[in-house]
């Protein structure tokens, strides 16, 4: 595997490195030993898939409150999606700024998303299907989220929105929580 760090510090772009024959290809997208010689947590207590049947969809930004904060690592199994990460770790030098990636079922990468950063994406695709490894089981009580168009995150989505839960699109502003 390939581990790309990126501009907040603790995130990570993951490429795996597929052995290719007539079959087709094999790789590894998780390895405890890889994954420790980087600092990364490879245990994860929990896997969901998000199927999204529109482009244009997004979901996000959610995070879970300390402390009950979550690590992810995110794959885009179908399709294609414009994943986000948002920095909300107090102190942290990158506080509040964000970084995206273009996951797709043709790159095959992963975004590794530690504690303390909320997470959304937007299809890129009809049928776009998201599978997410995370370290903790879900508390329902700790889950939260920022608007998806709050000013003070500037996050630029590449597509019109054109589904979106009432929930991502009524969290309040960062400034006013």
Not at 12 to 30: C, M, N, S, W
Not at 78 to 100: E, F, K, N
Request: glycine share 6%; net charge negative; proline share 7%.
């Amino acid at each position: 595997m390939i581990f790309e760090s990126l501009p907040l510090p603790g995130l990570y772009r993951i490429a795996p490195e597929p052995h290719a024959d007539a079959r087709g290809l094999f790789a590894r997208t998780v390895c405890e030993e890889e994954f420790s010689q980087h600092d990364l947590t490879a245990r994860f207590a929990q896997s969901s898939v998000s199927f999204n049947a529109r482009r244009g969809t997004v979901r996000g930004l959610h995070f879970a409150k300390d402390p009950h904060a979550e690590t992810k690592l995110v794959r885009c199994t179908s399709g294609a999606i414009h994943d986000v990460a948002v920095d909300l770790r107090p102190g942290s030098p990158t506080y509040l700024r964000s970084c995206a990636v273009t996951l797709s079922a043709e790159n095959r990468h992963a975004l590794y998303i530690p504690a303390g950063f909320a997470h959304g994406f937007q299809a890129l695709h009809d049928a776009t299907e998201v599978l997410y490894m995370i370290d903790r089981p879900f508390v329902a009580g700790a889950a939260d989220g920022l608007r998806w168009d709050d000013p003070a995150l500037a996050v630029s989505w590449p597509e019109p929105v054109t589904v979106i839960s009432e929930r991502d699109r009524t969290y309040p502003d960062w400034a006013s929580r």
